[in-house]
Antibody, heavy 124, light 109 residues
Framework: QVQLRQSGPGLVKPSQTLSLTCAIS??????????WNWIRQSPSRGLEWLGR?????????EYAESAKSRIIITPDTSQNQLSLQLNSVTPEDTAVYYC??????????????WGQGTTVTVSS | QTVVTQEPSLTVSPGGTVTLTCASS?????????PNWFQQKPGQAPRALTY???NRHSWAPARFSASFLGGKAALTLSGVQPEDEADYYC?????????FGGGTKLTVL
């Protein structure tokens, strides 16, 4: 059974960097049939996809246009996890952050496993 | 950037049938954008319901079915139960990016 366990601080000061980690069990961050995503949810913005990392002969990263200038998603094969860095945060970045697996199967593609969510507040 | 539109809210009676839809600003929704539907209850992470044309996740009851309707993705709940009251989100994949709809708040009353 695949599980994603998130960790990271719940409070970040404005202008600083938000950093979260998502530890994977039951699958591999290097899987060639999965992509590993970061998503956030807030009352004002709803569910918002931030970006993803995946391995297909080499590593690929894709980011939402809204976050592209401030976001880095990094896979860590030694720890079997992925991390999120969001720079220069403002109170607008206050949200619940999720990691999630996107899986390609013979019957279709689905976002099937989610982390437990991390509530991050940006405040001084 | 793609905008995905859902009904903000719907109400259904217990035992009734309701259809939620998911439209894309770029045109008709097809299997090529890998539509996924999720259910979310307060304080919980979204939970996958259906994917592709009409594949149900292992936990999803048979009363949930996905289809395409008038150029939109659709999720139909038949024989609605009180525990189906929740927020429902669709997800599309377009031009290398995932885009969520704004969600439909389903009330069972």
């Amino acid at each position: 059974q695949v599980q994603l366990r998130q960790s990271g601080p719940g409070l970040v000061k404005p202008s600083q960097t938000l950093s979260l980690t998502c530890a994977i069990s039951g699958d591999s961050v290097s899987s060639t049939s999965a992509a590993w995503n970061w998503i956030r949810q807030s009352p004002s913005r709803g569910l918002e996809w931030l970006g993803r990392t995946y391995y297909r002969s080499k590593w690929h990263n894709e980011y939402a246009e809204s976050a592209k200038s401030r976001i880095i998603i990094t896979p860590d094969t030694s720890q079997n996890q992925l991390s999120l860095q969001l720079n220069s945060v403002t109170p607008e970045d206050t949200a619940v952050y999720y990691c999630a697996r996107w899986l390609d199967t013979t019957s279709g593609s689905l976002m099937d496993v989610w982390g437990q969510g991390t509530t991050v507040t940006v405040s001084s | 950037q793609t905008v995905v539109t859902q009904e903000p809210s719907l109400t259904v009676s217990p035992g009734g049938t309701v259809t939620l839809t998911c439209a894309s600003s770029t045109g008709a929704v097809t299997s090529g954008v890998y539509p996924n539907w999720f259910q979310q209850k307060p304080g919980q992470a979204p939970r996958a319901l259906t994917y592709s044309t009409n594949n149900r996740h292992s936990w999803a009851p048979a009363r949930f079915s996905a289809s395409f309707l008038g150029g939109k993705a659709a999720l139909t709940l038949s024989g609605v139960q009180p525990e189906d009251e929740a927020d429902y989100y669709c997800l599309l994949f377009s031009a290398g990016a995932h885009v969520f709809g704004g969600g439909t708040k389903l009330t069972v009353l």
